[in-house]
């Protein structure tokens, strides 16, 4: 699932706390840590999209289980051999 934000949206400084070893590694591999805590807040809001999606829909997804339970799919109606 692809996040939708404004990748143009200006830069806001922050201050944060972090384990010292890995602040030193990713440094010491040039990593940007800019770059490396926007995409872990990308990575982490996609995923609670995600799961709110699928709570929303549960109703949809049970229903549809229970269609399919009750009679078939499309290919078996159609006797497609997948």
Do not use: C, H
């Amino acid at each position: 699932m692809q996040l939708a934000y404004n990748v143009k949206a200006a830069r806001r400084p922050v201050n944060l706390t972090a384990n010292s070893e890995l602040i030193d590694r990713v440094r010491s591999e040039k990593g940007n840590l800019s770059a490396l805590l926007e995409q872990s807040m990308v990575t982490f809001l996609a995923e609670r999209e995600l799961m709110r999606w699928k709570e929303e829909n549960q109703a949809s997804f049970s229903s549809y289980n229970r269609m399919i339970e009750k009679r078939g799919t499309l290919s078996d109606d159609i006797g497609l051999k997948l």
